[in-house]
């Protein structure tokens, strides 16, 4: 059975960290790119950031570039996203979503086709 299970968010203040966790089964971390989207309220929801399967790299969407940060532990299975100088325009539902069904790397929420039931992180004074 996959499954991928988020943890880590929270309310913290303008300026603040958090690191969120994505702890998967039924398939391997290192076999699929998977990342992170995010949805506000009220819009589409947003790609964040991914990890490639291949060869390990990984890509920011520019507002969060030089503030988040993606890792993976392949022994434990869990992903993670350190984020930084959080501003209140990151309050969202954080996803962590896996593309298993497909090879490469995609910018598109809709490319994704396995899905953690969100986490959510609130920022705000």
């Known amino acids: 059975q996959v499954q991928l299970v988020e943890s880590g968010g929270g309310l913290v203040q303008p300026g603040a960290s958090l690191r969120l966790s994505c702890t998967v089964s039924?398939?391997?971390?290192?076999?699929?790119?998977i990342g992170w989207i995010r949805q506000a309220p009220g819009k589409e929801r947003e790609w964040v950031s991914c990890i490639s399967s291949s060869d390990g790299g990984t890509d920011y969407t520019d507002s969060v570039k030089g503030r988040f940060t993606l890792s993976r532990d392949n022994a434990k299975n869990t992903l993670y996203l350190q984020m930084s100088s959080l501003k209140p325009e990151d309050t969202a539902v954080y996803y962590c979503?896996?593309?298993?069904?497909?090879?490469?790397?995609?910018?598109?929420?809709?490319?994704?086709?396995?899905w953690g039931q969100g986490t959510q992180v609130t920022v705000s004074s």
């Open positions: 979503a896996a593309r298993r069904l497909s090879q490469g790397w995609s910018v598109a929420p809709d490319d994704y086709d396995s």
């Open positions: 039924g398939f391997s971390l290192d076999m699929s790119t």
